[in-house]
Nanobody, 117 residues
Framework: QVRLVESGGGLVQAGGSLRLSCAAS????????MGWLRQSPGKAREFVAT????????YYADSVKGRFTISRDNAKNTVYLQMNSLKPEDTAIYYC??????????WGQGNQVTVSS
């Protein structure tokens, strides 16, 4: 069992930055790929970024490439999403997820990110 708790969301102006964190419980964190997904009102949940168990590979949605960076610290059981040059269209609830193989096995509770224009 893995419990995921997100933090770091909030309100920011367009062009600003936020860093999301996702702390995982359990001793098997390092065996999971981790990811961030987001969902805006009226839209389907979409992948934002994923990272492999050893940080050897990452994936980014085209809409965030060059602006967002996913990273993880297995010693701290934490995954991060650094979001720079934020745009109003980045406004969404952001979810942390863990997977041995996608789709996700575990989800966080979600964290609101609002970008004002």
């Amino acid at each position: 069992q893995v419990r995921l708790v997100e933090s770091g969301g909030g309100l920011v102006q367009a062009g600003g930055s936020l860093r999301l964190s996702c702390a995982a419980s359990g001793r098997t964190f390092s065996s999971y790929a981790m990811g961030w997904l987001r969902q805006s009102p009226g839209k389907a949940r979409e992948f934002v970024a994923t990272i492999s168990w050893n940080s050897g590979s990452t994936y980014y949605a085209d809409s965030v490439k060059g602006r967002f960076t996913i990273s993880r610290d297995n010693a701290k059981n934490t995954v991060y999403l650094q979001m720079n040059s934020l745009k109003p269209e980045d406004t969404a609830i952001y979810y942390c997820a863990a997977a041995r193989q996608w789709p996700a096995d575990y989800w966080g509770q979600g964290n609101q990110v609002t970008v004002s224009s």
